[in-house]
T-cell receptor, first 114, second 113 residues
Framework: GAVVSQHPSRVICKSGTSVKIECRSL??????MFWYRQFPKQSLMLMAT?????????EQGVEKDKFLINHASLTLSTLTVTSAHPEDSSFYIC??????????FGEGSRLTVL | GENVEQHPSTLSVQEGDSAVIKCTYS??????FPWYKQELGKGPQLIID?????GEKKDQRIAVTLNKTAKHFSLHITETQPEDSAVYFC???FGAGSYQLTFGKGTKLSVIP
């Protein structure tokens, strides 16, 4: 099946620093990728829709300046958590849309901000 | 927008028994309904999906049924095995073009050996 690779799988950083998470579609081109945040024992919360070559579309309540999204190519989208704080600690997951609608998810990135 | 309700939130079954998870959706225009399995600390994995022009789809021990009139769809797992233990999420397509999905809150399935 399709493979979406997410890196890093775990990251620990100090408060105030920025962290970049990469999402790659390995065997298909993805014009649209999505970024989610998941709290323990909860469902996925859509943060933003990343469109190749254009600005991301953010969901209501998600700070654009804190969560920077770049979709520079058809196989790569990045999420940068800027000036991270402990409350940003979470499990971040990306997904990539293949063709007519199937969504495949990355393995997730566990961010811990000290 | 779309609203997806998923039940039950937890489900325990004996190994070999069947498990059924049900979801309802609100937007009659939704036309794509995937199911995901998420193991602890990992991303969701697509296990089966169904489109609105089909009433049932089966893949080995897993099947999904869709009732468009009632706006509900269900996941059926037969002959459950311990490795089926995970959190399962249903989802419905919402939003033309961008193919956003609205997820249910998840069902934690435990298969008891």
């Amino acid at each position: 099946g399709a493979v979406v690779s997410q890196h890093p799988s775990r990251v620990i950083c100090k408060s105030g620093t920025s962290v970049k998470i990469e999402c790659r579609s390995l065997d298909f081109q993805a014009t649209t990728m999505f970024w989610y945040r998941q709290f323990p024992k909860q469902s996925l919360m859509l943060m933003a829709t990343s469109n190749e070559g254009s600005k991301a579309t953010y969901e209501q309540g998600v700070e654009k300046d804190k969560f920077l999204i770049n979709h520079a190519s058809l196989t790569l989208s990045t999420l940068t958590v800027t000036s991270a704080h402990p409350e940003d600690s979470s499990f971040y997951i990306c997904s990539a849309r293949r063709g007519t609608g199937e969504l495949f998810f990355g393995e997730g990135s566990r961010l811990t901000v000290l | 927008g779309e609203n997806v309700e998923q039940h039950p939130s937890t489900l325990s079954v004996q190994e070999g028994d069947s498990a059924v998870i049900k979801c309802t959706y609100s937007d009659s225009a939704s036309n794509y309904f995937p199911w995901y399995k998420q193991e602890l600390g990992k991303g969701p994995q697509l296990i089966i999906d169904i489109r609105s022009n089909v009433g049932e789809k089966k893949d080995q021990r897993i099947a999904v049924t869709l009732n468009k009139t009632a706006k509900h769809f269900s996941l059926h797992i037969t002959e459950t095995q311990p490795e089926d233990s995970a959190v399962y999420f249903c989802a419905a397509h919402f939003g033309a073009g961008s193919y956003q999905l609205t997820f249910g809150k998840g069902t934690k399935l435990s298969v008891i050996p």
